[in-house]
């Protein structure tokens, strides 16, 4: 099994930034893609970014610009810097890894509160 624990959340103001880290331990082996999601209050959680171990990466429209995902695979951790925060981003942001081998075994983190206010 994989555990993961998110850090870097915290409040603050639009324009700002913020930079998310997800540490994985546990059976390392069946790590393959790395991904954040959210989940706004009242809403569905939401798909932001992936990257795959070759370090390709995918984000979604809403946040093309000014999150970018990375990941260090000698440390397992993945990471999302977000620049020029909006308050829509606020939400709780989750760290997800998929299983290397079947894409349908998912570990998730607990999550972490990004809050964009003034």
């Known amino acids: 099994q994989v555990q993961l624990v998110e850090s870097g959340g915290g409040l603050v103001q639009p324009g700002g930034s913020l930079r998310l880290s997800c540490a994985a331990s546990?059976?390392?082996?069946?790590?393959?893609?790395m991904a954040w999601y959210r989940q706004a209050p009242g809403k569905q959680r939401e798909f932001v970014a992936r990257?795959?171990?070759?370090?390709?990466?995918n984000h979604i429209d809403a946040v093309k610009g000014r999150f970018t995902i990375s990941r260090d695979n000698a440390k397992n951790t993945v990471y999302l810097q977000m620049n020029s925060l909006e308050p829509e981003d606020t939400a709780v942001y989750y760290c997800?890894?998929?299983?290397?081998?079947?894409?349908?075994?998912?570990?998730w983190g607990q999550g972490t509160q990004v809050t964009v206010s003034s």
């Open positions: 546990g059976s390392l082996f069946s790590i393959g893609s």
């Open positions: 990257v795959w171990n070759d370090g390709k990466t």
């Open positions: 997800q890894v998929r299983n290397r081998v079947d894409v349908r075994v998912e570990y």
